[in-house]
């Protein structure tokens, strides 16, 4: 992999578009790392990470200000904090992964009533074949 990605390939990469990732960076959430000659943004594999994490908290119905607090964490605990504040900033990354772990259950269970749906609908449409 190269140093830098353009836009494209982080896209292909992580399965977002074009348009998502320019508004993850129109609200502040991933800037590019740099700018080639011609101005196209370019990415690092830390950029993609991001974007990553960003794509994986969207299913639970996290805020854009719920995902700017969890990319704040994880730099803030990147940079090597001292005692107290890496103690405050692992209760906030605790608080996020309680919320993570609580959304998580609500949409197994949303999940299993679809599944039940579908099962119904399926008994319908072969009771309705069998006539």
Known sequence: MSAHMQ???VATRTGLSLRTLRYYEE?????PSARSAGGFRLY???????FELIKRMK????SLEDMRGLLGVVD???AEPDDAERAR??????SLRAAAEERVDT???RLAWAEEFAAGLDERVRAQRDR
Do not use: M, S
């Open 44 to 50: 690092t594999a830390l950029d993609v990470d991001r």
């Open 59 to 62: 299913p639970l119905d996290f």
């Open 89 to 94: 900033l692992l209760g906030e990354l605790e």
């Open 107 to 109: 949409l197994r269970t």
């Open 7 to 9: 836009i494209g390939e």
């Open 76 to 78: 803030a605990l990147d």
């Open 27 to 31: 609200v502040g959430l991933v800037a």
